[in-house]
């Protein structure tokens, strides 16, 4: 654009009366993961709230509840928690026309609160001759928790009026986690199974969510 | 949109399992030493192991040293030691303990206070316990003299 064509943009804009850019603010649901918790006897409840409170950025706060049940051939255990993740996402898609979809690249802090319950486990004899039964402990290892950094990308597409699907991946990163005597942080709500070769792991969400604008 | 939906729950299936690399339950090492001269080994051309809870056999042939696992069950393990014809009845007692070890190794058993009892012996004469604490099993536990 030229500079005189500039200017008269820049002249043409103070005449029209200041179009107001709408406040947008989208709730989501993570779908994806409440089917699957429900298929393995499980729950889980992810909640995000996103707005877009300048330019091309969103503030997002996501929330959820899990209550899962990890059950291998070694370990049965529940666990109960809470978490939170507070970040920042920024949209780098052009939209054609009045489309509204966005795909971001954002990082959040999460923090999760959370208990086990150690049901049962067996124990691990490579050799037994005598099979190892199953110890059936009921153990509780509580006030755990753990924080970490989600690097997510995520598409969101307006499907029909206002309602989004939406699909992200997040690589963590485990910055800290409990100790508990006689037994390991393993599975954390929200990150998912921590692993023992590296501090990163690996999460996909398929969301479905609604926009308010106003 | 849908594509990506399918594609994403197929990645899900390719994650890297975590594996056992560390050491799990220890056995029992049992080293065989010559009555006559007890600073020498004496190996076994036929020994059997017989759990006397399962009735399971171990076979080994022109060992020394044998390394056989315990009952995690019980605080006890009862063995028939079957060399050639000759079989003797050996008892072992012990306190467990459960240790956690990994996600991928779940719980291992140590075991404590180890004591060892020999029954209508024929050819064992004489033991001797060199480590009373089964944490480990690189090393000896029990000598056994025949």
Redesign the interface.
């Known amino acids: 654009m030229s500079a005189q064509q500039d200017s008269l943009q820049t002249s043409l804009d103070s005449l029209v009366p200041h179009k107001r850019q709408p406040v947008k603010i989208r709730i989501g649901f993570d779908a994806g993961k409440y089917i699957w918790a429900r298929l393995n006897d499980s729950e889980s409840y992810d909640f995000y709230i996103d707005a877009n409170f300048y330019k091309n950025y969103y503030l997002i706060f996501l929330t959820g509840y899990e209550n899962h049940l990890t059950n ?1 051939s ?2 049965t255990y529940h666990t109960t928690g809470n978490y939170y993740k507070l970040g920042i996402d920024y949209n780098i898609y052009e939209n054609w026309l009045d489309m509204d979809n966005d795909i971001t690249i954002g990082v959040r802090y999460a923090y999760a609160g959370f208990d086990y319950q150690l049901n049962s ?10 099979t ?2 199953i ?1 059936e402990v009921n153990k509780y290892f509580t006030n755990l928790s753990a924080h970490w950094l989600d690097f997510t990308a995520k ?1 969101q ?1 307006e ?1 029909f009026k206002n309602v989004y ?1 939406g ?1 992200a ?1 997040s690589l963590k990163y485990l910055m800290s986690y409990s100790d508990p005597d ?3 942080v ?1 599975y954390i709500p929200g990150f998912f ?5 590296s501090n990163f792991g ?1 999460g ?1 969400q ?1 969301f479905i969510s609604y926009r308010f604008k106003f | 949109m849908l594509a990506m939906w399918l594609f994403a729950a197929l990645l899900v299936s390719c994650e890297k399992d975590d594996s056992c690399i560390d050491p799990t339950t220890p056995n029992l090492v049992i080293q065989f030493y010559d009555y006559d001269s007890p600073e020498n080994v004496k190996s076994i051309a036929n020994l059997n192991v017989v759990y006397l809870e399962t009735g399971d056999t171990l076979k080994f042939q022109n060992v020394d040293e044998i390394k056989i696992p315990l009952n995690v069950n019980d605080d006890s393990c009862l063995l028939k030691l079957v060399k050639d014809t000759a079989s003797d009845m050996v008892s072992f007692t012990y306190q467990r303990e459960y240790v956690f070890v990994s996600k991928a190794c779940g719980f291992k058993t140590l075991f404590h206070n180890l004591e060892m009892n020999v029954s209508h012996a024929q050819w064992i004469k004489d033991f001797e316990i060199i480590n009373h604490e089964i944490v480990i099993d690189t090393s000896a536990h029990v000598k056994i003299f025949h």
């Open positions: 291998s070694l370990l486990f067996r124990i691990n004899q490579p050799e037994a001759v005598i190892p039964e110890n598409i597409a499907t699907l699909y991946v006689d037994f390991e393993l199974e921590r692993n023992s070769y690996f996909m398929y």
